[in-house]
């Protein structure tokens, strides 16, 4: 098959485009955020901007991957999140409608449930999310299914809980690595350290959203069946670097505005399609 992929020289993107090279031609939309695939054709674009028809020829797969890959850039940017995941999204839908392209799969996020989720959480829970990524990432969705039910797309959106592993250029993991780089004494933990959530590494992500793809459902969760706090990942960190810092913290129980303090999807509707994360 022919699969075109946005966001495909990013972290989630890029491991996704190796695998799909495997058994599959793929071409990637990007504006350069990290590797690209050696096997991948590569597009330098901005989907924000658009995604010439020539561009698409032949193509039977879009996997939309594209975003503002930061959850807590409001109030500061107001304006990113819509252009990246509102605007960018419809210009890729219009893109796949005028190119004919059937199939498009979604990589939506696990904060489209907001805070008051029961955990673990089901694909059927209402959206509500808190912060202004969480409402693009919702508003995407919706728009996958007017798209969906008004051209005949065959769409999939699958809800990401927080993913790891190499070349994540973010997160708590990372930021813990810096700041304990930069100052080994000390490490100043945002928020009260006990946010709990669901963390997956990013082999397991890819082979899940593969398996989304392949299924007959359109909505599903990825993560794990655990999760962990954020004291439990800082003594992680700690040890592997083979330290022992102090820890002071920003208080209250948000990392910053928007964030979610706990988080576990329920996974069972993916494990039933035979996927299922590593031990």
């Known amino acids: 098959m022919k699969i075109a992929i946005t966001g495909g020289a990013g972290f ?14 793929v071409i990637i939309f990007d504006n350069l955020s990290s590797g690209i695939p050696d096997d991948a054709r590569f597009y330098e674009i901005d989907i924000k901007e658009g995604i010439p028809q020539d561009h698409l020829e032949d193509v039977d797969v879009m996997f939309h991957l594209a975003a503002n890959p930061k959850v807590n850039t409001f109030p500061e940017d107001r304006d990113k999140d819509f252009r990246e995941n509102l605007k960018g999204k419809k210009n890729v839908l219009d893109a796949c409608v005028d190119a004919v392209v059937d199939q498009i799969v979604f990589t939506s996020s696990s904060v489209v449930y907001g805070e008051e989720a029961d955990i673990p959480t089901p694909e059927e829970h209402v959206l509500d999310p808190i912060s202004q990524y969480g409402a693009t990432k919702a508003g995407g969705e919706h728009m996958m299914r007017v798209y969906g039910r008004t051209f005949d797309l065959d769409a999939t959106i699958v809800r990401l809980a927080n993913i790891v592993g190499g070349r994540n250029p973010k997160g708590v993991t990372y930021d813990f690595v810096k700041k304990l780089e930069d100052e080994p004494s000390e490490l100043t933990i945002l928020g009260n350290g006990k946010q709990k959530k669901s963390y997956l590494h990013i082999e397991d992500t890819v082979e899940g959203i593969i398996s989304a793809w392949r299924a007959e459902e359109t909505v599903f969760n990825i993560g794990n069946h655990d999760s962990t706090s954020v004291d439990r990942i800082a003594d992680i960190v700690a040890d592997e670097m083979g330290i022992d810092p102090d820890y002071s913290y920003t208080g209250g129980e948000k990392g910053w505005t928007g964030d979610v303090p706990e988080m576990r999807l329920d996974i069972e509707k993916l494990r039933a399609e035979g996927w299922s994360p590593s031990e």
């Open 12 to 25: 989630v993107g890029s491991h996704l485009a190796e695998e799909l090279t495997e058994e599959h031609e």
